[in-house]
């Protein structure tokens, strides 16, 4: 701590900052914000020497280019500290929550994550002009060496793990397939390698890179997968092809860009950094108990089980063992499998909302006989979630007793539901615009189902296009 306080106050010449350590996520890098007055840094520690001077030489040679980086302010003499800008506290992650949360990007999320994929392939290129990929760490160049570290992370730290029996020989065979595509492609270009949503800082809407310290010279596909494969980001299929679009339409300043050939490549490096970060999660996660990673291997396996549908035949014993592998995932997903409440609000003009679980509905409550604040047009442009029609909605008590007499019906159907481990109960309100009065219903039913029976509750407001989800304490714990 003290080498921290003395570069500090070599830099700024002020002395006694106050020191809030930064929360890490991966990495053995600890990172510490230091304040004085009006001055605020970031200071990053790490007892690896190498991967200090990579990030160091890679940020001054980024900042030089005009690309949006931290500068690096200052550096201790053992080279274990360093100071660099502070880009604040808001990630790209943390920006876009609501729509990783219900899967529904609102348009100032999809504006923004347009910008960072279209900013990636300037960084790509961009970054590698002038470079001197010898000053990357471990390795300058993407090679056959990086792809088995990774395949054999994914083997040793996540498949072994499972319990599947193996013959490794057969899986090393296409192991060495899987390299020999991969490799296909030389390219002169910076692969950034953990290029994703965490690693991506918002500043006046602006994205700004961090963490870029494993970046090497390597293919651009990987980039592209890391970023919208990214376990936890919860991109929906048609969110994916609008963002490759933005970001192929990029890439054309910089090169020509055969789209088919380049769809083909991208599946093999959304399949290789799908196990990679298994692998990692594994490692992370199981025996490191960092409970962060084990909360991602669903979302990786869900993306696995997708890829999986387009063959991967080239490699016929890793695709039947990748098989096997998410087979028993979701054999035990639906064994743990437990109940779900489906809230939906709508307008009857558009019709009920469908059951998705295929057991054909559940309740429909109809709020069309309360007072229906969409008669006044002061409430004309706001819904059942904004403060002034809530007041309406409660000051006129009519609600309260429509809820009162709903409670106890569903309280008693979910005490039979759970008892019998079934597993899917719909609730939908219904009034005439879908705007005011079923939205407040929903919602305050939503809340009280996930508060006061610690259920899991996927909520629904179909007509004002939103989507929300209530995890069980349990859950949230973990």
């Known amino acids: 701590m003290h080498q921290l306080i003395h570069l500090f106050t070599s830099y700024t010449k002020k002395s006694n900052p106050k020191i809030e350590a930064l929360l890490a996520s991966g990495s053995n890098r600890k990172y510490f914000r230091l304040t004085q007055g009006d001055i605020s840094l970031i200071s ?44 604040g506290d808001t990630s790209l992650f943390d920006t876009i929550k609501s729509g990783r949360n219900t899967g529904v990007f609102n348009h100032e999320e999809k504006k923004l994550l347009h910008k960072t994929i279209a900013r990636l392939a300037d960084f790509q290129h961009i970054g590698a002009q002038g470079l001197d990929f010898n000053v990357c760490y471990p390795l300058p160049e993407f090679n056959r060496r990086s792809i088995f570290w990774d395949l054999n992370y994914f083997k040793y730290n996540f498949l072994k793990t499972t319990g599947i029996e193996f013959r490794e020989d057969l899986l090393e065979n296409d192991f060495e397939r899987f390299a020999d595509t991969l490799l296909e492609e030389k390219s002169d270009t910076f692969m950034y390698r953990d290029f994703q949503s965490r690693n991506v800082m918002v500043v006046d809407h602006n994205p700004y890179f961090i963490d870029f310290q494993g970046g090497r010279k ?15 980001a919860n991109f929906p299929q048609t969110l994916r092809d609008e963002l490759i679009e933005t970001y192929i ?18 599946r093999q490096f959304v399949l290789f950094r799908t196990l990679q970060v298994l692998g990692a999660y594994g490692f992370r996660g199981y025996f490191e108990k960092k409970a962060h990673f084990i909360q991602s291997i669903p ?36 064994e743990n499998e437990e109940l779900t409440v489906r809230i939906f609000s709508f307008a009857y003009k558009n019709g009920i909302p469908d059951d998705i679980s295929g057991n054909g509905g559940g309740y429909v409550f109809d709020c069309r006989a309360l007072h229906n604040p969409g008669r006044y047009p002061e409430y ?22 429509f809820l009162a007499n709903i409670y106890p019906l569903i309280d008693n159907h979910i005490k039979i539901f759970r008892a019998r481990n079934f597993t899917n109960l719909m609730i939908s309100f219904g009034c005439t615009g879908g705007q005011h009065r079923s939205v407040y219903a929903a919602q305050k039913v939503a809340e009280y189902i996930s508060k006061q029976l610690n259920i899991n509750v996927h909520l629904t407001h179909r007509e004002q ?3 929300q989800i209530f995890y069980r304490e349990d859950e949230l714990a973990h």
């Open 465 to 467: 296009n939103i989507k």
């Open 380 to 401: 004309l442009f706001a819904s059942g979630l904004d403060e002034s029609v809530i007041n309406f909605i409660e000051n006129g008590g009519e609600m309260a007793v």
């Open 218 to 232: 390597g293919a651009i596909h990987y980039d592209v997968a890391s970023f919208l494969w990214q376990a936890k």
């Open 249 to 266: 339409n990029s890439l054309k300043k910089y090169q020509a860009v055969n789209e088919i050939d380049f769809h083909q490549k991208l």
């Open 299 to 334: 979302f990786a396996l869900d993306n696995l089980c997708e890829l999986l549908k387009d063959g991967f035949d080239e490699y016929p014993y890793l695709k039947e063992i990748l098989e096997t592998l998410t087979t028993r995932y979701n054999r035990a997903a639906a």
């Open 44 to 87: 990053v520690y790490s007892p690896v020497c190498e991967e200090n001077r990579a990030f160091i030489s890679l940020a001054n040679h980024f900042h030089k280019q005009g690309l949006n980086v931290p500068k690096v302010l200052a550096v201790s003499d053992d080279e274990l500290f360093y100071l660099q800008e502070d880009l």
